[in-house]
Each structure stands twice: as C-alpha cells, then as structure tokens.
C-alpha cells in the first residue's frame, strides 16, 4: 500500500533543490536523526517509564501521555523526570553523523528542530557556518539575531540547557501555546513562505499537527506543499498504517519519500547536497599582474576568461570564485555582464570570495589561511573550472601557480567537484589538463562529451571553439548531476 502514495525520489531531488537554490526552503529535524549520534529517541527515554507503569513501550503510540501518566502517579513531580533528562545527554557521547554533515551542506538558513541535544548546531558550527539558536525558554532570543548568523535553529521543544523548560508531557503539550504563544506563529509563518524538509519524524507530534491543522483550515487546497522522508514499512498492519497516513498527509500538502532503511536517510541528503553543489562553479584562475605575461598571451587569457564567466550563467550554474589576479577578475566581469543582461540576482548567481590578504601574517599562517579559504570555496562547488594558474616568482618571472594547484587537489581530489581544465590558457591549467584527460573516466561521468574536453586542451583552438566545448560540457555536467542524483 506504501507503494501507491509517495512522491518519487527524483521529483523530490528536483522540486526541494530548487526551492534551495531560491532560498525559500526550511527544515524540520525530529530525534530520529540523532540516533546514529548515540542520542536515544523519545520510546529510548521513556522506556524505564513506562515499565514501572506496566506498558510495553514498542506498543504505545501515545507518548507524551506516557510521560503525563508518571507525572499522573507522581502528583505531578517532574523531578525523575528531570534526573532522567540530564543523566542521558550527561553521559552520552555524541558526534555528528553523515545525515547532520549533509544537512549543514545545504544552503538552507531556517532550521526547526524538536530535539533537545545540540549536535545539529555543533555540526553546523563545525562547517564554519554561524548559528543563532532561538531557545525555548528564551524569549529574548526569538526577537534579535545573532550578528552574522548565516542559519537559524529553533528549538521548539527546550534544550539540555534547562530541562525543566523540556516538552515531553500531556501537559507541556496543552499548554505550549499558551506559554510559548511566539513559537507557533513563528512557525505557521515559516510554513506559508517556505518548503520544508521533514526528516527524522514520525509526525505524530501534537505541536506539528496543530500547526498543520491550523495552514489546512486558513489555506485549504492552497496551501505550501512539503517534503517528508520515511523508512518503508514492508508489510502488515505497520505497513498499512504507514499507507493510510501518508494519504492523510497529502491534506496538508506533505508529500512523502519513502527510504528502505534508516541508512538511506544520509545517501538521500548527501544526493540533495551534491545536487546543490553541482549548480555552482568554482573558477580557479589566475595570470598575475598586467606585466607578467607578454601582452598577446595575457590578453587571450583573460579573453578566455571572461568566455568561461559568461558561459557559466549562461548555462544556468552559480559562479564561486576566489578573484584571483588578472583572469580571476577577467571570470568575473563575464560572468557579472552575463547576470545583468540576464537580469539575475548578483547576490545569488555570483559567490564571491577574494583571498584575504594580511598585512601582519608570516608567510605560514597566510598559507594556512588560504587553505581554509580554498576548502571553504571547494565545499560549495560541485564543478571546477581551471584556467592559466601562474604566479610572480618573486622576481619578476611567470612560473605555475601552486595555489591552483592545490585548488584542485582540494576540490577535485577530495571528491568536492568534477574538473574542467582549460588547458588551452597553458600553465597550471594545462598540467591539469594533461592529469584529467589521461585519467578522464575516474574524474568525470560516464556521458561527458570526451571530444569537448580534448577541445579544451587544445592551444590553437579558437575562443568560439572552446566557448561551445565549455557549454556543452556544463550542460552535460549538469544532466549527469540530475542523473545521478
């Protein structure tokens, strides 16, 4: 019966990453994908519970009246309760999972979560990326942002930081919107605007049904469609319940991706994130100063370059690049007259990252810097295109740039992105070149048009010889990505 409801994988591939790309999606992070972080879900927390109860709790579907019914036997003293809470993240030792590192890849700022633990913001923060954590208890926090946050989590249902303020019971749930009135506006709000990705649930929340009973009720048929991702249920009555709620589903616009097990949560993220990934360029270029190169050979370079910054927003991809002298700047004028012409969003289509240059570093810890800089660029790229890659020697004399190099050890070698060598700017980018063309099928997919990447590395070729290889090349490069995403 599972079979007959949910969406297909690829729609979903499709359909969610564009809302990434367009900075109208959000998440929605239950406990189920903090299991694999060495976190217990709410059946491992109450299970002591209710065994002193008398329940099994494999068989109770009610779990906050799990919860209310110790609070019930108890006079309403929380303080096991408690006890409960901090002993268990006390003592676990968490680490992030594939699943949390896929989800920080992914440029989505607004973040819901029902968890407790703060692995989703360490693994975030992990990432390099900025966080600011709206807490339950702090009110405060909901109404000014953490000064250059670039991800938001809200922690709808409390935190280890003060148990005492944590959502388990029947109670906490009556009374959640009469003590925390903020937070389900905030998020019904966030539900018209944006599509979610639900994922680690088993959207039998009371919370998350009011607030969907609440979008269906005031949007009807009009209402934001979202994703869901389950584990396939194989057979019996499990099965036929899980059919009958995604139907129930489809009301409030949730559409479901069903995985065959638990571990194909993070293969679908990381599908998610390399499909992301894919849409942008990393561009590492660079032919140093005016004087550097004879005039003739620094002009077709930097003519070329500008080809290739066109040819990448022509083709619909996203430019990353770290401006570097001469050709870096000459992608970049390409790629800017494209986006205006094309009347695009520049904050969007065009990621800009010029190298930090400190005046006080030593030589080592601008070397160490640059590093981190180029990772941060290759870990938002799927793609990379390679062009010239000389530098000053230190006397005056052009040699091959070994920060492009290292660019491609970093973004290609590393599995980051797929490579496009310009060989036909010569130096860096022809080395790479000669590299990838002799190994070509272990860097590139199966169906890259071969005789535009040899095109590439041709020194005659015509700068309208190599804009359509490039062209084609990204097209292709792209159709794989949908392929094989």
Not at 96 to 110: G, I, K, N, Q, Y
Not at 329 to 335: H, I, T
Request: net charge negative; glycine share 8%; aromatic share 8%.
């Amino acid at each position: 019966m599972p079979g007959e409801f949910p969406a297909t994988r690829a729609r979903f591939l499709r359909e969610y990453a564009d809302d990434v790309e367009q900075g109208r999606a959000a998440l929605l992070v239950g406990a189920g994908l903090s299991r694999a972080a060495g976190f217990v879900d709410w059946r491992g927390l109450l299970r002591d519970l209710a065994s002193d109860l008398g329940l099994d709790i494999d068989e109770e579907y009610d779990l906050p009246g799990v919860a209310q019914y110790h609070l019930d036997a108890n006079n309403q003293d929380r303080s096991r309760l408690n006890r409960m809470l901090r002993e268990h993240f006390q003592h676990a030792q968490p680490v992030s999972t594939r699943a949390h590192e896929a989800l920080a890849r992914l440029p989505v700022r607004d973040v819901w979560t029902t968890n407790y633990e703060d692995t989703l913001e360490r693994t975030y923060e992990a990432a390099d990326r900025v966080v600011d954590v709206k807490r339950l208890s702090a009110q405060a926090s909901w109404t000014s942002d953490r000064p250059g946050s670039d991800a938001t989590v809200y922690k709808m249902h409390g935190d280890t930081d003060d148990v005492g303020s944590v959502v388990l019971s029947r109670e906490d749930y009556d009374t959640y919107e009469a003590k925390y009135p903020h937070v389900p506006r905030v998020l019904q709000a966030h539900l018209t605007q944006k599509t979610f990705l639900i994922v680690g649930f088993s959207l039998t929340d009371p919370n998350i049904d009011h607030v969907l009973a609440q979008q269906r009720a005031a949007f009807g048929a009009n209402q934001r469609q979202h994703w869901a991702v389950f584990k396939r249920e194989a057979a019996g009555r499990e099965a036929v319940r899980q059919g009958l709620r995604i139907r129930s589903l489809k009301r409030y616009g949730i559409e479901t991706v069903l995985v065959d097990d638990y571990s194909d949560v993070p293969v679908l993220l990381e599908e998610l994130a390399d499909r992301l990934a894919r849409r942008n360029v990393l561009v590492s270029a660079s032919s140093g100063d005016a004087t550097l190169l004879p005039g003739s050979e620094r002009q077709r370079i930097e003519t070329i370059a500008e080809m290739a910054g066109r040819a990448i927003i022509t083709t619909g991809h996203n430019l990353v690049s770290g401006v570097g002298l001469g050709a870096g700047a000459a992608v970049l004028a390409g790629a800017a007259e494209q986006v205006y012409r094309g009347h695009a969003d520049p904050a969007r289509r065009l990621v800009l990252r010029p190298f930090p240059r400190p005046a006080a570093a030593t030589p080592a810890e601008r070397a160490e810097l640059w590093t981190r800089w180029r990772e941060d660029m290759a870990r938002n790229a799927g793609i990379a295109i390679f062009i010239a890659g000389c530098r000053d020697d230190g006397q005056g004399n052009p040699e091959v740039a070994a920060g492009v190099l290292e660019e491609f050890k970093i973004a290609v070698e590393q599995g980051w992105a797929w490579p496009l060598p310009i060989g036909a700017t010569g130096w860096a980018a022809r080395e790479l070149h000669v590299r990838v063309w002799s190994d070509r099928q272990r860097y590139l997919p199966d169906h890259t048009p071969w005789e535009d990447l040899e095109t590439l590395g041709l020194a005659d070729a015509t700068v309208e010889q190599l804009t359509g290889a490039l062209e084609r090349l990204l097209r292709s490069l792209h159709a794989s990505a949908s392929t094989t995403a």
